[in-house]
């Protein structure tokens, strides 16, 4: 299994169980949250719990969401990765940041650095995106690195614009 990734600015590792505390703080982030469907967590429990699906999801697929660690500071910045889409046929990267790391072109960074290895690592031909309408950033985020619409589509509760990026 791969256990780091590095970028020019961060480096990523899967979630470990110790990490809740510390991402709390943008899980918690009502600002951060807003576009999430299922919204923040309200408690420490509710990350910790959140920090243990991603785990589950890193030993049963081999990817998942990770943390990403600021190189300089080596404080958590965020988390960004793959996880199955609910149909569990498809990987979808994601990725978020706590608010005093928006606007550094973070997202952009981190997500060039997954598509990159998709494939090499994970055999992925088709990556997967979704953000809702009026998430902006985000969607700019998903076209500049190469994302295009694909479908509207009903995932997670909501009606979104799902993008796909071909690998092969």
Known sequence: MNSVLETERTFLRPFQASDATASFAWFSDPEVMRFIPNGRDETLEQTSARVARYMAHQEAHGFSKWIVIDRASGRPVGD????????????????R?????????LATEVSRRWIEVASPWFGFTRIHAFALPENQASRHVMEKVGFTFAAEEALYGVKVPLYSLDLA
């Open 97 to 105: 940041f706590a608010r005093p790391w928006w606007g550094r072109g």
């Open 80 to 95: 960004a990765g793959f996880v199955m889409l609910p149909d569990g046929r498809r990987p979808e990267l994601g990725y």
